[in-house]
Structures are given as structure tokens and as C-alpha cells.
């Protein structure tokens, strides 16, 4: 199957995904009340977020990169904030290894690596170095539709 502009408008307008409470109830053999408590708690604490998710290679134009990112400082909380909040990121973790953070982004063809390296990237300071690496071909890879 292929993935058309109208497709893609649909999914965007389906960031947030649900399941009928009642199905989960019934599978879980409990109220729908306890389910719909239980999930707005969960929403409320920032634990859960109901969301859709894409595989990228099924949406034409649009590719995943990772960067593992070394800092000239230890201010990793305050740099992955920084980080999280670019055009394109869809996740930015703190790691051991090498790298001190690591930073997984959703672009295409209007905004692609040489736009994001040089348009949002570079807003960043304190980076010490970073290598990036093109996903290619993912397994069980799926990111939201944030481009």
C-alpha cells in the first residue's frame, strides 16, 4: 500500500489515538470506570500519553536520524531540554558510552539533515561533537508523524 498527502493529513490529525475504554474492560475484566480513572491518572502524571505512531519508511520522503551528541560540560538535563525541543526531534536521551546524549529525529523532503544540522542544530551550544547516522531500514521502528 502506499502512503498519499491524504494520508498523512489523516494521520496528523490522529496524534492522539484511543481505544474504546469498553473493549479494554471487557478484555481486562473490569469496569469501564476503573479504566477510564486509571487512564486519566496516568494522562494527568505525564506517565501515559495516548498518541499514533508511524513507520517512516512507509511515508514517502521522510527518514530518521540519530546523533550521538558529546558536550563540552556535564549539563545534560539542561542540553537534552534544549535538545527536545528542535524542529523534527522526536526523542533525546541521556546515555552512557561515548555520547552523552543521544537524539533521534523525523525529517523529510522540505526539512531534511543539512536543514536541520545548520537551522536547529547549531542554536545549540556547548557541543562538543557529533556523529550522525542515517536509518536506512528500521526494524519495529516506529516515531510519531512530527514533520
Do not use: C, W
Not at 26 to 32: A, F, G, R, V
Not at 107 to 115: Q, R, S, T, V, W
Amino acid at each position: 500500500m502506499k502512503v498519499d498527502k491524504t494520508d498523512i493529513k489523516i494521520i496528523k490529525e490522529l496524534k492522539v489515538g484511543r481505544k474504546p475504554f469498553k473493549l479494554i474492560a471487557d478484555k481486562l475484566s473490569i469496569t469501564e470506570n476503573t479504566v477510564r480513572a486509571r487512564v486519566k491518572k496516568l494522562t494527568d502524571a505525564g506517565i501515559l500519553e495516548i498518541s499514533s505512531f508511524v513507520d517512516p519508511e512507509k511515508i514517502p520522503g521522510h527518514t530518521v536520524i540519530i546523533i550521538g551528541i558529546k558536550l563540552n560540560s556535564m549539563n545534560l538535563i539542561k542540553k537534552g531540554e534544549e535538545l527536545k525541543k528542535l524542529k523534527g526531534v522526536v526523542s533525546v536521551g541521556i546515555v552512557t558510552g561515548r555520547y552523552d546524549l543521544i537524539l533521534t529525529a523525523l525529517l523529510n523532503k522540505d526539512f531534511g539533515l543539512l536543514e536541520f544540522l545548520t537551522e536547529e542544530l547549531s542554536k545549540i551550544s556547548d557541543i562538543q561533537t557529533t556523529e550522525t547516522f542515517v536509518v536506512y531500514h528500521g526494524f519495529n521502528l516506529k516515531v510519531p508523524l512530527i514533520v
